[in-house]
């Protein structure tokens, strides 16, 4: 039988199998934004799903109405690990609860899912009748039904070894669907205005339930590309603007991405993009701007940053500046001057990034960046760091056998002195280090192809001085 905590239903969360390290911290971040104690029974890192006690059935549509790593959620009747156990739960529950039954003629149907074990239309049918001790009154409805009832058997993760039997079985009634239907909303394939980084709409989400994005809030993207970052965060209610060093991104001027594009049409842009998704009034606009250099009013407050800045391996990394001591522009070049541009290192633009949040983030704001770094080299303590920010989440995506990077969540917590402005970080330098494997993987290449021909050439040679010979 389920216990319950006093006053606390049992619900079932079921999660989508994707970017499973960025789980736990959407979740967090949502349950705080809505100042939800998250009092988990069950909470297994890999598995897709939790066990939560929760107060009631608004406080599950809530979360649900954010969660995008969410695919739907039960109020949990029964659960077991073997076939009897749930049907014996089920009974209980039926009984113990027999005055939601009495009565209630609202139609119903019962849905079955099964994880890591595929099953036929008819092996389905025959589960659903094993339930037919249920006492529902209303008349069976496949299409919008008042009621839905879902009965899940979990086999586990590995496709490889599946077991005869689940090793977990649940029954419930269906609350809410997380935000899944999102990422084919804001999906790139149909997204007016893309580039080489955009990037994808869910991660993008989930971003902006990170960065806690809420009704009204201002939101800046200082690097902001194509702006897919504030898509999400105007998906949320988030006022959105950016910043971006490309001038020519951001009129919708650079080489079309797709393929079976050969220009870019007049209208793209990310106002575009804002106009497709309905989402014209929560857009401020972008300008063209090097981060690198103060633009904004020293009062300037934001609610959030969301950023993924340039990592130098797909675009550039640059600032504006100039190798040379003491330039001088003449009056007459000074409206046609194109300023020069010099390498922004990675280090200089996560200090830069850390300082610019610890002054213009109000109170309890939110910075949520990717960082890029090599696998084998991570620790926590090689993270950007600043003395007003707080770091309260850090996801991993693998890039490669090498590399990943990280979503890091920082959140505002006191204003900044004169004296805070350094950031106490140890970085071994991404792009230098990118470039320089991929020179050693290209060299040892190119060894092992000259070694080969040499090889060949060999017993070439061989071959042809023994058939000479004969
Ligand atoms: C990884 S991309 C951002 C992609 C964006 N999230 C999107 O969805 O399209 C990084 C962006 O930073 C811009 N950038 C590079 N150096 C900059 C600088 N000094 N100031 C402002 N933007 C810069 C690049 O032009 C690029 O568009």
Not at 128 to 150: H, M, R
Not at 392 to 420: C, G, H, I, M, W
């Amino acid at each position: 039988m389920l216990k319950m905590t006093n006053q606390l239903k049992r619900y079932l969360f079921w999660f989508a199998h994707e970017h499973v390290d960025f789980r736990l911290a959407e979740m967090e971040s949502i349950f705080d934004m809505f100042n939800i104690n998250l009092s988990t029974v069950t909470r297994p890192k890999e598995h897709p799903y939790w066990i939560v006690d929760l107060p009631d059935e608004n406080v599950v549509h809530k979360i649900a109405s954010r969660a995008v790593s969410l695919r739907f959620c039960l109020e949990l009747w029964a659960q077991g690990k073997k076939k009897e156990d749930l049907h014996n739960s089920l009974k209980a529950y039926s009984v113990r609860n027999s005055d939601i039954f009495i009565g209630d003629r609202r139609s119903f149907k019962i849905v079955v899912e099964t994880f890591c074990k595929h099953f036929s239309q008819c092996e389905k049918v025959e589960k659903i009748e094993s339930f037919s001790y249920l006492p529902l009154e209303g008349p069976v409805k496949l299409k919008n039904p008042d009621v839905t009832l879902c009965y899940i058997e979990y086999y586990g993760l590995n496709p490889n070894e599946i077991p005869e039997e689940p090793y977990e079985h649940f029954f419930g009634k269906w609350i809410a669907d997380g935000q899944r239907e999102l990422i084919q909303k804001l999906s790139l394939k149909t997204r007016k205005f893309i580039g080489n980084t955009s990037m994808d709409p869910q991660l993008s989400l989930i971003m902006a339930n990170q960065a806690q994005i809420r009704n009204g809030d201002v939101v800046l993207d200082p690097f902001v590309g194509t702006g897919s970052l504030l898509v999400a965060a105007s998906q949320f209610g988030g006022y959105t603007f950016g910043t971006d060093i490309d001038f020519l991104m951001l009129h919708g001027r650079t080489r079309p991405t797709r393929i079976s594009q050969k220009t870019r049409e007049k209208d793209e842009s990310i106002a575009a993009n804002m106009r497709q998704y309905g989402m014209s009034s929560h857009y401020l606009d972008v300008v063209v701007a090097d981060f690198s250099y103060p633009l904004w009013r020293v009062d300037l407050r934001l609610d959030a940053i969301m950023t993924d800045p340039p990592y130098g391996i797909r675009e550039a990394t640059e600032r504006i500046g100039t190798m040379k001591i003491n330039p001088v522009i003449e009056e007459h070049q000074a409206t046609s001057h194109i300023p020069s541009k010099i390498d922004y290192g990675l280090n200089q633009i996560y200090k830069d990034l850390l300082c610019f949040s610890a002054r213009h983030l109000k109170l309890d704001g939110r910075l949520v960046c990717w960082y890029p770094l090599f696998r084998d080299q991570y620790t926590e303590d090689q993270l950007p760091a600043h003395p007003c920010l707080e770091l309260v989440a850090n996801s991993e995506q693998v890039l490669s056998n090498y590399t990943s990077r990280r979503l890091l969540t920082y959140k505002k917590f006191r204003e900044p002195e004169t004296n805070d402005e350094s950031i106490i970080m140890n970085l071994t330098d991404f792009r230098e280090k990118y470039f320089a494997l991929r020179e050693e993987t290209r060299k040892d290449k190119r060894m092992k192809k000259a070694t080969e021909r040499a090889r060949r050439r060999e017993n070439w040679e061989r071959s042809n001085k023994e058939s000479t010979e004969r």
